[in-house]
């Protein structure tokens, strides 16, 4: 029968060819981003010297769809649209009745759904004649799809990877120099921002907010030069629903409809990806699954942070954005899904946790590699270290249909593969990964420094 094909392909001519835009079905909008000097509402000149102007107006744009420009669906075409798989042997695996369906994104250039958005926005920058785009990376999926897209527009790309990402992926550095990329280890000595947390702490493990603040720095001086962001703004969350998108269409072919979605969450943008179009399903009342956002335990501002106004970055240099937070200056533990170490959240997506539009839960690191290593023995596929979350999210719902005996539909991301991630694989087989404990005081102390923002 269909419902049992194991991949689940689209033709070109079903790619989607309008993002998603879920400002224009909310019962409410999130709170406005505020100027950190006025605290008044931000408006397109305050972002100019960053975003191009057609990123700014995708940015606040209440329309339902947005056209994907031909030059970025072009682009789209080396890899989208992408497979949606059937998971029938971890499904056995698990002897489990539901039946678990994963978008695998890793087919990408960049092995990730990163250049779901670094594509458009290199195009945008291109298009406003931008010549140099900087940018932060975690576990380096961002960077190099950044430097993969700016290799399609002739544009120049500058990349501060966190430091302990940057030690512990050195094949990521090749990869994005050979697309084309400078990177740097973040904190460095080329920018105030990056100097100033050396001066206090000369072995920093580095943090996202620090690499952000040094590329935003670095775009700032430049009138010719723009800054990236992979994650957490609207315009990004909107590029990465062709996932979910693609996904609705897979699941119509075989006949599915989920009744829990689980993705992993660092800045938001993998999850709303995936999710947002469901969404759209659920609030016109077409489906009704359970929505759930998966991040590290050691990472935890969904499940334990607090929702006020914060900077996206460590040196206050970014607007104030209300979101989920553990402070601007707390600095994660080095855990290998480095991608999900960020102090924040997306306000769009702390907004649908607010809303209670969306679940939120936290897993520690071990029980995410357990996961990922059945996955990559079942699979066949060794999934990087940040969609481990989300597969382990998967197998414990599994697990709890396997109690009670019902058959649920079960969807998640794999947003990426792990092939350049296989020293944190091999920390795992080795038994030398632990289980990083946050204690209450060390995220009473990150937020004590939040900016006041009257209520």
Not at 84 to 107: M, N, S, W
Not at 407 to 434: E, N, P, Q, R, W
Request: proline residues 8%; charged residues 20%; aromatic residues 8%.
């Amino acid at each position: 029968m269909a419902a049992e094909k194991t991949k689940i392909l689209l033709d070109e001519s079903e790619q989607p060819t309008q993002w998603y835009n879920l400002l224009a079905d909310l019962p409410t909008p999130p709170p406005p981003v505020l100027h950190p000097g006025t605290l008044q509402p931000i408006g397109p000149d305050d972002l100019a010297p960053l975003f191009p102007m057609e990123l700014i107006g995708q940015e606040v744009s209440t329309e339902r769809y947005l056209d994907i420009p031909g030059a970025v669906l072009d682009v789209y075409r080396l890899w989208r649209p992408s497979p949606l798989f059937r998971a029938h042997r971890l499904e056995r695996a698990l002897d489990t009745p539901a039946r678990i369906y994963y978008k695998y994104e890793g087919v990408s250039p960049a092995g990730s759904h990163k250049p779901n958005t670094a594509v458009p926005q290199a195009y945008y920058n291109k298009k406003a004649g931008i010549r140099r785009l900087t940018t932060e990376t975690g576990a380096g999926q961002w960077g190099t799809a950044l430097a993969f897209a700016c290799a399609q527009f002739g544009l120049d790309c500058e990349i501060w990877q966190v430091r302990a990402s940057y030690d512990q992926k050195p094949y990521r550095k090749i990869m994005i120099e050979t697309f084309g990329g400078v990177i740097h280890p973040s904190p460095s000595n080329l920018t105030e921002a990056g100097r100033k947390i050396l001066a206090e702490h000369p072995d920093s493990t580095g943090s996202l907010g620090i690499a952000i603040s040094e590329a935003v720095e670095v775009a700032a001086q430049h009138a010719d030069t723009n800054y990236a962001l992979g994650s957490v703004l609207n315009h990004v969350l909107l590029h990465q629903t062709v996932i979910g998108e693609e996904a609705l269409l897979q699941l119509a072919k075989v006949g599915e409809t989920p009744d829990v979605i689980v993705g992993c969450t660092g800045g938001g943008s993998n999850f709303g990806g995936l999710a947002f179009p469901f969404l759209r399903e659920k609030l016109a009342g077409r489906m009704v699954p359970v929505i759930r956002a998966v991040e590290p335990a050691a990472c935890p501002s969904l499940t334990r942070g607090v929702y006020a106004y914060d900077f996206g970055d460590t040196a206050g240099m970014t607007p104030l954005m209300k979101m989920h937070t553990l402070g601007h200056d707390f600095i994660p533990d080095p855990i290998h899904a480095g991608g999900l170490r960020y102090h924040g959240m997306s306000p769009l997506i702390s907004h649908l946790v607010e809303s209670k539009m969306i679940e939120a839960t936290a897993k520690p690191q071990r029980e995410c590699f357990a996961a990922g290593v059945q996955f990559a023995r079942t699979e066949g596929i060794v999934p990087a270290p940040e969609p481990t979350h989300a597969i382990a999210a998967a197998v414990e719902e599994a697990l709890r249909c396997k109690e009670s005996g019902e058959a649920k539909v079960i969807l998640t991301a794999l947003c990426g593969h792990g092939h350049l991630d296989l020293a944190a694989y091999d920390a795992y087989l080795s038994g030398s990964i632990t289980d990083h404990s946050l204690a209450d005081e060390d995220i009473a102390a990150a937020i004590a420094a939040l900016p006041p923002v009257p209520a």
